[in-house]
């Protein structure tokens, strides 16, 4: 009994040091297109890394950013003065969620070729918190963004994205909204 005691318990442990350590569920695309040409191995290391990526972006995650970015990982279109590497998207998250705390990213579209994979995200909230001075007062956020990542060995290596800046800028009360003169 004692040994049947031990091996149950040690099992419980190896459980819950597994649980503990489990990934969060990952975002899925609305809309998915995959090259077939492409080995499916691949492809899922790819889109596993994307998705991880994204999800960060959805939760706030860092271990899931970490996990998605190659330790060499380069920002092709960071703003000016922001640092490269891990760094660079950790403190725009940060940024991000100091301005809007409920932030959520859903993927519109992704879509794998070659060593490229092109996400097509969508990102709500309200800005209740703080953003250059500005102090949110619950305002809707709602724009959109297009992400290309290039991938290796299952991690993204390279990021080029584009976000419309005019949109986020105007709901975050930095620029006046069309047809409002400041």
Same mark, same amino acid.
Request: aromatic share 6%.
């Given at each position: ?6 091996? *149950? ?63 060499? *990982? ?32 859903? =993927? ?14 969508? *990102? ?16 809707? =956020? ?5 992400? =290309? ?9 390279? /990021?080029?994205?584009?976000?419309? /800046? ?17």
């Amino acid at each position: 009994m004692l040994r049947s005691l031990r091996a *149950f318990s040690a099992a419980a442990v190896v459980l819950l040091a597994a649980s503990a350590h489990a990934e969060p569920a990952l975002l899925q695309p609305h809309a998915l297109i995959v090259d077939g040409s492409l080995p499916k191995a691949q492809a899922e290391a790819q889109m596993l890394a994307a998705r991880r990526y994204d999800t960060f972006w959805h939760t706030g995650d860092e271990t899931l950013a970490k996990a998605a970015l190659a330790p060499d *990982f380069t920002d092709r279109t960071p703003p000016p003065g922001r640092a490269q590497g891990l760094a660079c998207p950790l403190a725009a998250s940060k940024l991000m969620r100091a301005a809007i705390p409920d932030l959520s990213c859903e =993927i519109e579209q992704m879509l794998v070729a070659g060593d490229r994979v092109v996400t097509h995200l969508h *990102f709500r909230g309200h800005f209740t918190g703080h953003f250059k001075g500005s102090q949110g007062r619950g305002q809707a =956020i709602d724009f959109i963004a297009t992400d =290309i990542y290039r991938v290796a060995d299952g991690r993204i290596t390279d /990021n080029w994205h584009l976000e419309d /800046n005019l949109i986020l800028l105007q709901q975050l009360a930095q620029l006046p909204a069309p047809g409002k003169s400041s």
